[in-house]
């Protein structure tokens, strides 16, 4: 359902763009419209390059290796999309980008996203961020940690899996 509406978002997005400019160029001229695209592409090369792209390298290291990528990392994950953003030709690309590094705005943006986040460490196990350790849980929680000794399975014969019945 969520993704039923992309291709119509991303068919509309140019043409938003476009009368964006248009609207723009009308308001303060076509010099002053150019002269506010270049700059905020400037901008945003220079915050790309302040923040770096290795901040999404590391992000995707922690999410492979099972880490919640913290909000000291996306933070700064935030700053790179903003960037990119400002780099964008287009006024709508550029106010988003200026909501992103206001800090309110991306405490906000935290807090949504990181609710979506679900980590998948190399065994398998899975935890949704952000969250601290499990002793940080609610006492009423329906979550139980075992350990590998709390927790393991004996054959059982006589299982209907077990494949004894087969010969009856």
């Known amino acids: 359902m969520r993704f039923s509406i992309l291709p119509a978002f991303v068919l ?9 400019f ?4 009308r308001a303060i001229g076509l010099a002053l419209t150019l002269a506010l695209v270049m ?3 400037v901008i945003g090369v ?7 792209i290795g901040i999404l390298r590391r992000m995707s290291a922690e999410g492979r290796n099972g880490v919640m990528p913290g909000r000291e990392l996306l933070q700064p994950a935030m700053k790179v999309i903003a960037s990119l953003l400002l780099i964008i030709p287009g006024f709508l690309s550029d106010i988003v980008a200026i909501l992103i590094l206001i800090p309110p705005v991306r405490d ?5 996203i990181a609710k979506r986040f679900v980590v ?6 899975s935890s949704r961020g952000p969250q601290g350790d499990f002793r940080d849980r609610k006492p009423n929680s329906k979550v139980v ?9 004996e054959p059982n ?7 004894k019945h087969l010969g009856d």
Do not use: C, K, M, T
């Open 12 to 20: 509309l997005l140019p043409l938003a763009e476009i009368a964006g």
């Open 22 to 25: 248009v609207v723009v160029g």
């Open 39 to 41: 700059a905020s592409f």
């Open 46 to 52: 220079i915050l790309l390059r302040q923040q770096g």
């Open 108 to 112: 906000l943006l935290w807090r949504v």
């Open 120 to 125: 998948v460490n190399a065994e398998g196990g």
């Open 145 to 153: 940690d075992l350990d590998e000794e709390d927790y393991h399975r």
């Open 157 to 163: 014969p006589n299982s209907p899996w077990s494949g």
